[in-house]
């Protein structure tokens, strides 16, 4: 019964990473339809978008059925009770890439505003992210969950630094297409700050299932600055 | 046995309302703060914040406490995977609240731009949401969870609506100040949404609750326009 349980933990752990690299693909192809301007890219990632909700949902069913029929204990019930959370988060994440998605729909209607300015290297941040969270969780891996928490300062301060310079530009080419375009694009960080922080909370848990303790709220939420 | 489980589980929920009746000031008084420009109450709510967080993390604790030692079954099993998932919602809901505060601050350092336009009404749906999401979470009442994602698509209705006047604003008065303003508040409209989002979610746990499916993703996300 005991191995049975430990084979049944080890599929459910396979389809979560399965589905993390799905998302993952998303982030990527979410940026690249917007730096490339590819409407037909764009609506694949909302297309996508759906089967990968439904495999979301049969992951955390499989996380219920579980629970209910084997009887876990200790260690196991931590990991399927966080599973459910980390599975919570990750399904966000593949929103944020459908909403990037559908915004960049609305900017590829508009002229180019120059600059993406640090846009995909922010993207690329919040997808590593993503994997190593992943990652992290799946191999109880500790330190490489701390790292992801400190990768999200990085993105924070690039979400920061982007606000300012989109800010300029609309400052100064005070035009309502500017005006627009900037605006967009300060909101497609915006989704790409959020991935970073459903990727920190699954290094959270990560490290909560390695170390017993529920470190969120511990780095100083307050301070940071929500520019 | 049992009959303590029971007790236990009631105690665990009227801990849940509590916490969620403090969300809900923080997410009032945040929105008073901005529309009587009260920095003092919005740095009471960011204060508020750090407390509630941590209520939060006790409550999640007491779940898994429960899961590990009370051997838990069906329904109760149910109760307490979903009631994780519902905390970790309202912890976002309360984040947003924090989120309004501290751009409150910003932005009462500039003059103020005349409209708030429909945030009030916004925010009192919202806080509305996660009142009746929570009582629906509780009394396991799905027609009141129903009725707060009908509550969502009043959100996001507003928050197209008040994205669109306030571009408009900000192209007819296309001054540095009036772009900074404008962004700013609709970067707090957007922290309401998400607070309409997680109490939609609260809602479809409920409904999880009572009918034992999982509601979410079936009304069409993909069909919604997020502009």
Redesign the interface.
């Known amino acids: 019964m005991e191995r049975h349980l430990d084979q049944l933990l080890a599929e459910l752990k396979a389809n979560f990473l399965r589905v993390g690299a799905a998302v993952e693909e998303s982030i990527d192809q979410a940026v690249h339809s917007l730096v490339e301007r590819d409407n037909g890219l764009a609506s694949e990632v909302?297309?996508g978008?759906?089967d990968i909700?439904?495999w979301e949902?049969e992951i955390?069913?499989q996380?219920?059925k579980l629970?209910?029929t084997q009887?876990p204990?200790?260690s196991d019930?931590?990991l399927l009770?966080t599973l459910?959370?980390a599975n919570?988060d990750l399904e966000r994440c593949n929103?944020q890439a459908?909403?990037i998605a559908?915004?960049t729909l609305?900017l590829n209607t508009m002229p180019l505003l120059k600059p993406l300015i640090d846009i995909p290297r922010m993207a690329e941040l919040a997808r590593r992210m993503v994997k190593d969270a992943l990652d992290a969780f799946v191999q109880c891996d500790a330190a490489m969950a701390r790292q992801v928490c400190l990768m999200d300062e990085q993105v924070d301060q690039l979400r920061d630094q982007i606000f300012r310079e989109l800010?300029t530009y609309?400052?100064f080419a005070?035009?309502?297409d500017t005006?627009?375009r900037g605006?967009n694009l300060?909101?497609i960080s915006?989704h790409l700050e959020r991935i970073g922080d459903h990727a920190s909370n699954i290094a959270e848990n990560a490290i909560f299932l390695v170390e017993g303790r529920?470190v969120?709220?511990q780095k100083e939420?307050?301070a940071q600055?929500?520019?």
Chains 1, 2 share one sequence.
Do not use: F, S, T
């Open positions: 909302i297309r978008g759906a909700d439904r949902v955390e069913d996380c219920l629970m209910a009887a204990v200790a019930l931590r009770a459910i959370k919570y929103d459908v909403n559908q915004r609305v800010l609309m400052h005070a035009q309502p005006v627009d605006v300060i909101l915006r529920i969120r709220h939420k307050l600055h929500d520019n």
